[in-house]
């Protein structure tokens, strides 16, 4: 019977990166999910787009403040594209400012968030290849 080649366990001297890099993927999300919120969905009167935007701009620089916490060289071509996401998200930002003052048509708002989402749905792909990496331990301790 052959064995199963198994990864790695997380070594103890990335553990720390890794706590990072889930707090910061963690802010990211929170981020989105206010900009998200704000969007015209239903009958229900959201907050005002700014609100949203306002709240992923500061998502966006503490992230963007701690991605050398979570840095290691396995991982350095998720890092950078991380770390090119959070600037494409910050140069899109204005767009969207503007879309959302001239408009409150849903089409047009999401056309204009679509850029910013997606270019963070690479820390997913960051997570994904820590996971390809290492054998992640369950707890976040």
């Given at each position: 019977?052959?064995?199963?080649?198994?990864?790695?366990?997380?070594?103890?001297?990335?553990?720390?990166?890794?706590?990072?890099?889930?707090?910061?993927?963690?802010?990211?999300?929170?981020?989105?999910?206010?900009?998200?919120s704000?969007?015209?969905?239903?009958?229900?009167?959201?907050?005002?787009?700014?609100?949203?935007?306002?709240?992923?701009?500061?998502?966006?620089?503490d992230?963007?403040?701690?991605?050398?916490?979570?840095?290691?060289p396995?991982?350095?071509?998720?890092?950078?594209?991380?770390?090119r996401?959070?600037?494409?998200?910050?140069a899109?930002?204005?767009?969207?400012?503007?879309?959302?003052?001239?408009?409150?048509?849903?089409?047009?708002?999401?056309?204009?968030v679509?850029?910013?989402?997606?270019?963070?749905?690479?820390?997913?792909?960051?997570?994904?290849?820590?996971?390809?990496?290492?054998?992640?331990?369950?707890?976040?301790?």
């Open positions: 019977m052959p064995l199963r080649n198994r990864k790695p366990s997380l070594p103890a001297d990335r553990r720390a990166a890794w706590q990072a890099f889930l707090d910061c993927a963690a802010v990211i999300e929170g981020g989105r999910r206010q900009l998200l704000t969007l015209p969905a239903g009958r229900v009167e959201p907050a005002p787009v700014g609100v949203g935007i306002e709240a992923l701009e500061r998502a966006l620089q992230a963007a403040a701690w991605m050398v916490t979570w840095r290691v396995e991982l350095e071509e998720a890092w950078d594209a991380c770390q996401g959070i600037a494409e998200a910050v899109a930002l204005p767009a969207v400012h503007d879309v959302a003052a001239t408009t409150s048509e849903l089409e047009e708002l999401l056309t204009a679509s850029e910013i989402v997606s270019s963070l749905d690479r820390f997913a792909d960051a997570e994904r290849a820590w996971r390809r990496q290492w054998r992640i331990p369950r707890d976040r301790s």
